[in-house]
């Protein structure tokens, strides 16, 4: 059965990037290392991820322009009402659509495995605001920058 899953890392109190929108501290952390928050186990069960444009251009800016491939092979949707330029190679659709509509689409491309809402909690809010955010999985870090939040 496809659930929609808002699965983040955030700090204590509860930001997800630094003061200087920067995520390193959370590339630095250990998430496959087995149990309920190992990434690895967690990404084999999504079919279909849904992400707004500024995790989209985060991760562009980030890894892909880097020289790093695109993270998910997934079908991706991106929520935007800019005009964003497409990762070369990857299933990556860019929407304007409501989330009720777009969920329907994602669902449907999943075949079976779960949706996954990536990044920051404005598209997770939508989602749970419209009833269609099953689980929230939350990982907590084992250790933080010293300053910078918010």
Same mark, same amino acid.
């Given at each position: 059965m496809t659930r929609t899953i808002y699965y983040v890392a955030s700090t204590l109190d509860g930001f997800i990037a630094d003061g200087h929108h920067s995520l390193d501290?959370?590339?630095?952390?250990?998430?496959?290392? +087995? /149990?309920?928050?190992?990434? /690895?186990?967690f990404? /084999? +069960?999504v079919g279909a991820v849904l992400m707004g444009a500024s995790t989209y251009e985060w991760i562009v800016k980030h890894q892909v322009s880097r020289g790093e491939a695109w993270l998910y092979a997934q079908p991706s949707w991106v929520f935007t009402h800019r005009e964003l330029v497409a990762v070369d190679g990857a299933d990556i659709?860019?929407?304007?659509a409501p989330v009720n509509d777009v969920h329907m689409a994602?669902?449907?491309?999943?075949?079976?495995?779960?949706?996954?809402?990536?990044?920051? +909690?404005?598209?997770a809010g939508q989602f749970a605001d419209e009833g269609l955010l099953d689980e929230l999985i939350e990982l907590v870090p084992t250790s933080f920058p010293q300053v910078g939040w918010g």
């Open positions: 501290w959370l590339l630095k952390q250990d998430i496959d290392q +087995g /149990g309920p928050m190992n990434y /690895g186990e990404i /084999g +069960g659709r860019f929407t304007k994602a669902a449907d491309a999943a075949q079976g495995k779960n949706v996954w809402i990536v990044g920051g +909690g404005n598209l």
